[in-house]
């Protein structure tokens, strides 16, 4: 009843200040009583200035060189996502170069041409030169072709550029992809129907003279190609360096099936996908191990220490893994202050156990200090905070006070460096996953900022974290 009133009075006397909570749910006004933080004495820090690094653009100049031997990427709009579709190719090992030159293009012999196939981006010297490229023996890849009359040249009537696609299907009878024989890699989420978003923006090309690689979920062809004596033409009718982009900004909403422990291979068959291309299409390709020690395959666990019981059953964790010879990623959440989220577990039992870990031989990353849920609306700060004088303090799920990103960054990895003798925090991962806006990863110490799906959070908010690849 208490509640009632208290939410009866917000309605009616208080309005104003719910609405302010509710679309800014960062406030710097609340007084940590002693008996609600942790002092370890004699600890402070951490010193000196954080300062967040410019963002530049990266030149088209530095993917430019390389042999021709390698995938020849030719790119038609340098405003659209080729950065990520670059980051993609590094990935996956194949060798590559960027260029707006179509002649340098074509003295490759794969071909791919991205963000779009048109008149509009290209003139007709450029357009009749691709379309003579497969048929003198050359691979021809074509992001949304949808102009330029190569719609004969690739195979199909014409390209639709309408329709909500939320499954891309892929043709287990075609020998380009017979490498993909896990359910879960044949058929890829494009969005999630059920809960009624939006899916990626695709084409479809309509009337394919040959089997599409792919279609969609209402049967119409998604990637078509045509064969010619030694060349092939093949046209996607999805954006791959926006697809890429998606991932690794974190706007998955709507495409990850789910917030953890799942596989979920779409970015990864696309990448393969081109990679089988390059490697027929090229007599010469080579593709460069992306893998230490000749493995096949890189496994990254992760593991996120942000509960008063999760440090007990991460040395359980840690010791298995100490076991099989592997090592894994501890998130460490670095709790001094007691709030409405959970009580202090970054005490000298946490300390202890944290110490354990780093002998165990485990990696040790920040999983911030108050693990809020709104940490995404947090300021930057002013890159000086320090133990023990910064005190977030989260009073509900989504409201949160004195924190700043800076904060969060800084003194979470001060606090494990200093009781982990030698140890170099450079891994970040925010808690709720909610990242902020801020390239704040760029300041001193940092490499990587790992994240991976935000339910509920809008596409506005992905960061802009520059991680040099």
Not at 87 to 92: D, E, M, R, S
Not at 229 to 249: E, S, W
Not at 347 to 358: K, S, W
Not at 409 to 415: A, G
Request: charged letters at 20%.
């Amino acid at each position: 009843m208490r509640a009632l009133l208290v939410s009866l009075g917000l309605l009616t006397t208080g309005f104003a200040v719910w609405v302010s909570l509710l679309l800014f749910p960062f406030s710097d006004d609340h007084t940590v009583l002693p008996d609600q933080i942790q002092i370890f004495d004699g600890v402070s820090g951490s010193s000196g200035l954080s300062v967040v690094l410019p963002i530049s653009p990266t030149p088209i100049s530095r993917y430019e060189a390389g042999t021709q031997s390698r995938l020849a990427v030719l790119l038609t709009d340098p405003t659209s996502n080729w950065l990520r579709l670059a980051h993609g190719l590094k990935t996956i090992g194949v060798p590559f170069l960027v260029t707006q030159d179509y002649r340098q293009a074509l003295a490759h012999r794969v071909v791919l041409v991205y963000p779009m196939i048109s008149g509009r981006v290209l003139t007709s010297e450029a357009m009749k030169a691709l379309a003579s490229f497969p048929r003198n023996g050359g691979t021809l890849i074509g992001i949304n072709v949808l102009g330029g009359g190569l719609n004969e040249v690739f195979g199909y009537r014409e390209a639709q550029s309408f329709g909500r696609h939320f499954e891309l299907r892929l043709n287990q009878l075609s020998p380009l992809l017979a490498q993909f024989t896990e359910p879960k890699e044949q058929v890829l989420r494009l969005g999630d129907r059920q809960k009624g978003g939006e899916p990626v923006g695709s084409h479809s090309y309509l009337a394919p003279k040959e089997a599409p690689l792919a279609v969609y979920d209402d049967g119409t062809p998604a990637i078509v190609q045509r064969s010619y004596d030694q060349g092939r033409a093949i046209a996607f009718g999805l954006d791959i360096g926006f697809l890429l982009a998606k991932g690794y900004n974190l706007w998955e909403e709507g495409i990850a099936e789910s917030y953890d422990n799942r596989f979920e291979p779409l970015l990864n068959v696309v990448l393969r996908m081109l990679k089988e291309i390059y490697r027929t299409g090229e007599p010469n390709a080579v593709i460069l191990g992306t893998v230490p020690n000749h493995r096949s395959l890189s496994v990254l666990l992760t593991h996120d220490i942000d509960a008063s019981t999760s440090m007990v059953n991460a040395l359980r964790y840690a010791e298995f893994e100490r076991s099989q010879g592997i090592t894994g990623t501890y998130f460490i959440q670095t709790k001094y202050i007691r709030d409405c989220n959970d009580d202090i577990f970054f005490n000298p039992q946490g300390v202890r156990d944290l110490q354990t870990l780093h002998k165990l031989g485990m990696e040790l990353g920040s999983h911030t200090v108050a693990h809020s849920k709104v940490l995404h609306t947090f300021p930057l700060g002013t890159g000086t905070e320090g133990y023990p004088s910064y005190r977030p303090y989260v009073k509900s799920r989504q409201t949160a006070y004195n924190g700043t990103v800076l904060g969060e960054l800084r003194v979470s990895k001060f606090l494990i460096e200093h009781f982990s003798p030698p140890n170099t925090v450079i891994s970040f991962r925010p808690g709720h996953l909610s990242n902020p806006p801020h390239a704040s990863t760029s300041s001193r110490g940092w490499r990587l900022s790992i994240q991976f799906v935000r339910h509920g959070q809008q596409l506005a908010r992905a960061p802009a974290v520059p991680i040099d690849l």
